[in-house]
């Protein structure tokens, strides 16, 4: 099969004129064969057009034509989004941060994956390469922007490859609280970068083709690293958030345009032109069933809304009326509530008019958002949490797990009310740095992680202590006070709530415990 790309977006059309020499090996076959998926890539990347020298010019000269191929809508609905791009980029490289940084100061990763075969190292890259482009056109795609760094061959032959590549992609200390992506160092792409950026005439359209381009490539960088670590300390792989376009535009980019369709026909004859378009279509469709439909408002516990079994949205979601008439761009929202607070936030500067790219560049960010509204700068371990939170909303905080390696993400959307009141509180104590706040928070994470039927390998009370302790900058010993006072309350209750639940109608909570939430006990923190 043959598949022109690359795409600026996960799910736009490709560009056939300037590539029609070139097949790209479509996602859906990473899951079908893995193995003829990779090969196909391997010989892709060693056409002359993809040499490191030449790579920069072909790939951004293709998503900008790509671009242009789009209609003035389309692109409007990809300024807009360029922030969430943003957004799911800097989260892949501050998890792969933490998440490395652990492995190499307490696992001794460097020294047992130099020690593994290449046999065993193939296996865990391979798997990472599926993970990441099996389900996205756009990382897909993005594989021709690091023929340098993801060459399975390179990788698995030479372990040194991998450990610098790891090293290089990591953000250290004192990073952890930027709002953009830490740059993966490659002299090509440097000074291709630097000299598109010193263009003081460059279009809006020349300047998001740049920004998605080094977006896609330094978020699949990431998430190979991440996967290969996750498969390597044999930890869940968690699926990739990809994001939906409206259903306009998926039909739109889902459709061949009849130049493409004769270019296939040139290429392959009419009835094995026909055949490919038939099986890259449907593969489209598959991947368009899981992506997932996000609230606008930033940190929204249904930022992304589940599907249902006929693959519409399990929510029905709002839009701003005025974006769509005047742009047909989608602004959606889970409720009034979030659409009237997200107004003031962000919505209301750029309501119904059309974006240029310092508008889309400049948006605010989960964490800038957070970083605008309070009075003290977050440190670098709880500015990664609030991306983590802000970025993964299915779960409501993150625990760093000692014996796993790996975050556990805690979620009580099984009780919606306990997850409104758990993240009012947390979202308080995020901008503000209370200390009520913060003491409520952490005796409800210790208190629910004895709750049985909820332990979680590693995540006991005295990890969460520390970990929040080190995130707000306090001291364990003053924070097992703080949760000591909060059990006290908790005691005196005349119905047993966790002092983060009295607002909690005593029906409901009584509708949602269990008998034996009521003697859960802290003890560990009285020792």
Known sequence: TAHF????????????????????????????????????????????????ARAPYFVYGSMLHNIRMDAEDAVQDMMFHLDEMKSLTLSAQRVLSIQAVQHL??????????????????????????????????LNSARTSCGVELRLTRLRLLGRAFIDLLQSAIMLDGTMTSTEPKRIA?????????????????????????????????????????????????????????LKDSRELQKRRASKTPEE??????????????????????????????????????????RVAELNTKGTPAIKFLRCSQCWVKLKRQVSYCSRECQKEDWSLRHKAICGKAMDFEMASSASSSLSAILKSSNVAPSDI??????????????????????????????????????????????????TRDPTSLARMAHFLCWSSLVPGSERVGVTPRVIVVQLAMEFQTSPEGLNLGILGMQKLQKADPWKRPPLLHGTPPDDWEEACAPEWKTVVINLIEK
């Open 261 to 302: 369709k004769e270019i296939y026909k040139r290429m392959y004859g009419l009835k094995l032109a026909n055949e490919i378009m038939s099986e890259e279509d449907a593969g489209k469709k598959e991947r368009l069933s899981h992506r997932q439909l996000t609230c606008s408002r930033t940190g929204c516990p249904a």
């Open 5 to 52: 790309g690359p795409s600026p977006q996960p799910s736009s059309r490709s560009s056939p004129t300037m590539q029609s020499m070139i097949h790209f090996p479509p996602p859906h076959r990473a899951i079908e064969n893995a193995e003829d998926w990779n090969d196909g890539w391997e010989k892709v990347l060693r056409l002359p057009q993809l040499a490191p």
């Open 186 to 242: 490659n002299l090509d792409w440097d000074r291709f970068e630097a000299k598109r950026k010193a263009d003081a005439h460059a279009t809006n359209e020349e300047k998001l083709a740049l920004a998605q381009v080094v977006l896609l490539r330094t978020r699949l960088i990431c998430q190979v690293l991440t996967y290969t670590l996750d498969s390597f300390h044999g930890n869940e792989i968690k699926d990739l958030v990809v």
């Open 105 to 138: 100061a307490n696992d001794d990763f460097e020294r047992r994956w130099l020690e593994a075969s290449p046999a065993e190292r193939r296996k865990h890259l391979m798997l990472a390469f599926v993970k990441s482009c099996g389900n996205s056109d756009g």
């Open 382 to 431: 709880l500015a990664n949490q609030i991306e983590l939170c802000t970025s993964t909303p299915c779960a409501d905080y993150f625990i760093l797990s000692p014996e796993k390696f790996d975050f556990e993400g805690i979620s009580f959307a099984h009780t919606p009310s306990f997850s409104v009141a758990f993240r009012k509180c947390r979202d308080h104590a995020f901008e």
